[in-house]
């Protein structure tokens, strides 16, 4: 490889290693049930935090579901989250066969209606 070609080279390199998912474990219940927010997709907008979500499954769900990958959005102010999109998986951590995908937002729900969605806002909304 020439010296012309090499910072091109290292940058793409450079790029690829921040592109990975930073996960961190946010939930985790008696079930079996394992939820990771992805550090290095949180944004935020005003009140409003948006992360990448992956939910890690003990035991098989409907069409052999073990994981979700979500893209969640917390309201810090309200209390508050709503799933924008998802995609569901044959294998833990997001990975194996997509089993299929939801690119309609959810309704948005207090975080008393679902507990283990508080793990997801308090990383997001640093509480």
Do not use: H
Not at 5 to 20: H, K
Not at 39 to 65: A, C, F, H, K
Not at 103 to 119: E, F, I, Q, Y
């Amino acid at each position: 490889m020439t010296p012309k070609n090499l910072l091109p080279a290292l940058l793409f390199i450079g790029l690829c290693a921040s592109a990975q998912a930073e996960l961190v474990k946010v939930f985790e219940n008696i079930r079996g049930t394992v939820v990771y927010a992805d550090s290095s997709t949180l944004s935020e907008n005003g009140d409003l935090r948006r992360v990448v979500e992956i939910q890690s499954y003990r035991d098989p769900g409907p069409r052999g579901m073990l994981s979700m990958k979500l893209l969640k959005e917390y309201n810090c102010k309200t209390e508050t989250a709503q799933i924008i999109s998802y995609s569901m998986y044959t294998e833990r951590m997001a990975k194996g066969s997509l089993i299929g995908q939801v690119n309609t937002s959810g309704p948005v729900d207090k975080l008393t209606k679902n507990p283990g969605g508080a793990g997801g806002w308090r990383y997001a909304c640093g509480k």
